[in-house]
Nanobody
Framework: QVQLIESGGGLVQPGTSLKLSCTAS????????LGWFRRQSVGKQREFVA?????????YYADSVKGRFTISRDNAKNTVYLQLNDLTPQDTGDYFC???????????????????WGQGTQVVVSS
């Protein structure tokens, strides 16, 4: 069974940083494209934040986080990370990781998402 477990969320003040982690339980992790998505309020769709492919430079960011967030992966640890810097209240939401064995990091910017999702970790940015 494919399982993804996110961690690292919390309540922080504007301008500070967090690092989210997502660890996978399945084998062949290096062959998956991975992504971070967020849902900013209940009832809203999850939106693309960042994706990383199988190669080291195959990375894409949403315009709203470019220059502030950094996605990375450690295949030896079966983990994908999202470093969140200079957080604003608009970054508040539930953050989910996603893994897809078939699609590319470029393609993960858009639906569909037939792969595996984690359960999410909450980030609240508030003074």
């Amino acid at each position: 069974q494919v399982q993804l477990i996110e961690s690292g969320g919390g309540l922080v003040q504007p301008g500070t940083s967090l690092k989210l982690s997502c660890t996978a339980s399945f084998g062949g992790f290096s062959g998956y494209a991975l992504g971070w998505f967020r849902r900013q309020s209940v009832g809203k769709q999850r939106e693309f934040v960042a994706t990383i492919g199988r190669g080291p430079n195959d990375i894409y960011y949403a315009d709203s986080v470019k220059g502030r967030f950094t996605i990375s992966r450690d295949n030896a640890k079966n983990t994908v990370y999202l470093q969140l810097n200079d957080l604003t209240p608009q970054d508040t939401g539930d953050y989910f990781c996603y893994a897809d064995a078939a699609r590319t990091a470029w393609a993960l910017q858009r639906e569909p998402y037939p792969g595996s999702w984690g359960q999410g970790t909450q980030v609240v940015v508030s003074s």
